[in-house]
């Protein structure tokens, strides 16, 4: 079983997206609007957005128009948006709306996925929720050299040390990348807890 990966870009100051919702910022970063591989997921077979994140990616490359932008980011995979709303689906994409917790929807993601990593694209409260149903395996962060001074935080999530296990830290380009390992619930000591295929049956 893969994974489940919130794998994001984040200010300084700790926000993914401005107050307007805009990634602009990052595209302004030497490497942010075509980024290294190392800083992505390189087994992910689903994506994950919320709505907001989804409807800003339509809107910034004119996908609706264009909908062979689509396969730019997203590729073949099936891309799941949890929303609330009807949302327009560009011609040809795999995009799946879903709603309610995301427990319900958990065994349909992984499905997709046919044992392939999930990355969790955003927003940052929508990792949270995945956090919070115990489904959430890793947070990786490319942190840029740039404070927004508000926005969208990076993770609307109070989580204790105990829970988080630094896996690796390092330099790409202009980016500081961490990743942590999320530590199971129960697991108390981060020194003892298992850092490889930690899945969401070991959380339960």
Do not use: C, K
């Not at 990966?5 to 100051?13: G, H, K, N, Q, V």
């Not at 630094?166 to 697991?187: M, Q, T």
């Amino acid at each position: 079983m893969g994974r489940i990966i919130f794998d994001t870009a984040s200010s300084l100051d700790g926000f993914i997206a401005d107050g307007a919702n805009s990634l602009s910022w990052l595209f302004a970063v030497d490497g942010g609007d075509e980024p290294d591989a190392s800083l992505l997921p390189e087994n992910a077979g689903v994506l994950v957005e919320g709505s907001t994140t989804y409807e800003w990616v339509l809107a910034e490359s004119d996908i609706l128009a264009h909908p062979e932008r689509w396969q730019e980011f997203h590729g073949d995979r099936p891309t799941f948006v949890f929303t609330t709303r009807e949302l327009p689906r560009p011609a040809g994409a795999d995009v799946r709306f879903v709603s309610g917790p995301v427990s319900d929807v958990l065994a349909r993601i992984r499905e997709a996925a046919g044992g392939h990593d999930v990355w969790v694209v955003g927003g940052g409260d929508l990792a949270g929720q995945f956090f919070d149903a115990g489904a959430l395996d890793q947070i990786a962060v490319s942190v840029a050299p740039v404070t927004l001074g508000g926005g969208a935080p990076l993770l609307p999530r109070r989580i204790e040390s105990d829970r988080l296990s630094l896996r690796s830290a390092e330099r790409v380009g202009a980016f500081a990348r961490l990743v942590y390992d999320v530590i199971p619930f129960g697991w108390r000591d981060a020194r003892s807890a298992p850092t490889d295929g930690l899945v969401a049956a070991d959380a339960a």
